[in-house]
């Protein structure tokens, strides 16, 4: 079976942040999406848990309001309420993300987003007038 989940939403609220008992940093948040067609629009809000670097990273960039791509997979959360009844929830464990949407809105800090794309120390750039099979065409 595959349980692989991409979604792109915005944060309905910030991020709720902290460390769990062995010390891993967490972060739990909502994602909302939205779909209009014709005069309906069809809404989805899905709860999100993320652990270790990636919650680091979400605490840092991401606040209610800004837009997210998250991966990962639907796990079920089950517990108990009050009078005892049985509650569950399907939440996305996340296992990746990325910054989305427009530049100013995604989050990154300044530096990060007019960053020229480094060179490896053991690649050196060629230009494209150098290589044999460049016809000129651009692909998508």
Not at 24 to 33: G, K, L
Not at 104 to 119: K, L, R, T
Request: with cysteine.
């Amino acid at each position: 079976m595959v349980n692989h989940v991409v979604m792109q939403g915005r944060f309905v609220e910030d991020p709720k942040v902290g460390q769990t008992n062995s010390g891993t940093d967490y972060a739990n948040f909502r994602i909302a999406w939205s779909e209009k067609y014709k005069e309906k629009e069809t809404r989805c809000f899905l709860e999100c848990k993320a652990f270790g670097g990636t919650a680091k990273f979400i605490s840092s960039f991401f606040t209610k309001g800004k837009e997210i791509l998250v991966e990962g997979k639907l796990n079920t959360d089950e517990w108990q309420d009050q009078e005892g009844n049985k509650r569950s929830k399907i939440v996305l464990m996340v296992n990746g993300c990325h910054f989305c949407g427009k530049g100013e809105g995604s989050g990154a800090p300044a530096q990060a987003q007019a960053a020229e794309p480094e060179v490896p120390v053991n690649m050196t750039p060629v230009e494209t007038d150098e290589l044999p099979f460049d016809n000129g065409l651009v692909y998508p």
